[in-house]
């Protein structure tokens, strides 16, 4: 196939374009290359998307799909007005937080309402939080059906991505709190669930899925499984015996300031629970049965562990700090021996 990547710099679309190299493909990427560089092999064409007509020029390049990871309602209006009518099949990467509900366990794309689309007058998202993030992807994803035709557009919508070259701090956390050893904090239940998917096993489902012209609107994660299961496996990838696990109470933890998913002070892949109960319990299916093959959890954390290793500056230090972890601990401890 000759692939356009809106993208392609940084994590999940230069994981995209190497493996789509990797599989014989002819791969361009458009971006500013700001965010980093594109893999070997790939061709780069600088664009920046704030130019409406920056794509213009790709509209005869005969490209057979294009997978888009954008955030900005014009970025993809434009690409989509220079590129729908000579391209076969389009890839959006959208998002879980597109979904108006995250308390409910077992939800699927089928069943599981959606944002409303964003305001007129909000392009992307704002600010450190980033409001209107979901608002935002659900308008892409209209757009994208709208222009492509729902048969010719494969919209994904990720949860969590984790892998080699994760920008942020969320699994790389627990590879490198499980690697340091000693007493581990465990938040939460062992029970609680948890879910994310391999940044390679996405970009393979997203290569796929414009192989097989798959249409229509799914979920990019791979199946639930329990903490215990995550960090057992966490351990087992990095060739580790049984990790020393303290599990402490969400609410003792949600009182001492110890915070959830991500940032300082935060324990990943940890949400507070009723609240959050759906947000990593998504019912994959539906994924699976249209492709989504997913790899064993220490393959991942190997991959994980050894770019970690290999690249120590582009690793994002967060999370609970191992001293703050030790006065938690020790609190926590006091209020169980009293
Ligand atoms: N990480 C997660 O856990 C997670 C979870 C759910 C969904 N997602 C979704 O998954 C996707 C991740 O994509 P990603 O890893 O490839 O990272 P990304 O942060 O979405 O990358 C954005 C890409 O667009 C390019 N870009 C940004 N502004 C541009 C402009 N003005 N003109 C041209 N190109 C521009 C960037 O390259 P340059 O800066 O070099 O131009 C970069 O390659 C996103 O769609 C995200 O919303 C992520």
Redesign the pocket.
Known sequence: MRILIL????????ATARLAVEQGHEVTCA??????VVPAGARFVP????DPQALAPLADAGFDAVID???QIS?ARHALAALADHVGHWSF?S??SVYADNTTPGQSVADAPVLPAAPADVDGPVGPDHRWYGECKVSIEELVRERMGVDRSFICR????VGAEDP?DRFPYWVRRLSAGGEVLAPGAPTDRVQFVDVADLAGWLLHAAGTRLGGTYDGIGPAMTRADLLAGVAAGLDLAEPALTWVDQEFLISHDVREWSGERALPLWVRLPEYGGLMDRDTRPSLHAGLAVRPLPDTVRATASWMAAHPAAVRQGGLDPADEAVVLGEWQAVRDR
């Open positions: 993208g392609g710099t940084q994590f999940l679309g230069r971006a500013r290359g700001v965010s980093g664009v920046d998307r704030d990871v954008t955030r970025h990467v998002t879980i990720p949860g969590l991505i942020s």
